[in-house]
């Protein structure tokens, strides 16, 4: 399939983004699985050619490349330093729109048992958005689907939020297909002090204690 001309000029972009979010950033840093730290830059190089497989499929959503065209990447890396906080959605001037456009895509072949290219789709998404809880969860199951359970860990504990709960237990359960026993507990654990003011998330609250006391 031929490569949209915009993608040399995103990876260039991603990459700086993903080493200043990495390396730069010690709460992001915590969160990463153990074997990610000793390998990062193979973890980094192997992303990018996930997500410029996605980039091809998704040349199919009208006005994707009007929105995600060359002049538009170029115009991102200049803005980056100036705008240090922005996300990459943010200074790409992508719509909510196309993102909810990419994430619609991404579900029909997850719903299609087609992993690998959902999978794809949302890295894609969580590259451009980290801020979009349903993205990670999404990336969490097709990566829990294909097996990758400690990749499918990392993502559920990303998308772990005050309306998404339930994904620790997700990530939890993921850590206990690899016998991480311990990392399973301190997730889970954390995210009870994280609730414990949240009376209206009780019901969260006592599936997160069953699922401890069962692997204590």
């Known amino acids: 399939m031929k490569k949209s001309s915009s993608q040399p000029k995103f990876l260039q972009l991603l990459t700086t983004l993903e080493r200043k979010i990495f390396k730069e950033d010690p ?3 915590q969160l990463l699985p153990p074997s990610w730290k000793s390998d990062l830059h193979e973890k ?11 980039i091809s499929l998704l040349k199919i959503i009208p006005k994707f490349e009007e929105q995600f065209s060359k002049k538009q990447i170029s115009h991102a890396l200049q803005q980056m330093k100036q705008r240090t906080d922005a996300y990459l959605y943010e200074l790409l001037d992508l719509s909510e729109e196309i993102l909810l456009d ?8 997850l719903e299609k048992k087609d992993y690998r290219d959902a999978g794809n789709i949302f890295l894609f998404l969580t590259t451009l958005a980290p801020v979009i809880p349903i993205f990670w969860i999404a ?3 097709c990566e829990e689907h294909l097996e990758n359970y400690e990749e499918a860990s990392f993502s559920y504990s990303m998308g772990i939020s005050e309306n998404h709960l339930a994904a620790a ?5 993921c850590f206990l297909k690899i016998g991480k026993e311990e990392e399973a507990k301190r997730l889970l654990e954390r995210v009870l002090q994280e609730i414990e003011a949240l009376p209206e998330n009780q019901t969260t609250r006592t599936k997160i204690e069953q699922f401890l006391t069962h692997i204590s």
């Open 27 to 29: 709460q992001q840093a």
């Open 44 to 54: 980094l190089l192997h992303s990018q050619k996930r997500i410029q497989e996605a």
């Open 102 to 109: 990419i994430y619609t895509f991404g579900h029909r072949l």
């Open 139 to 141: 990336l969490g199951k």
């Open 169 to 173: 237990i997700n990530a939890a359960n």
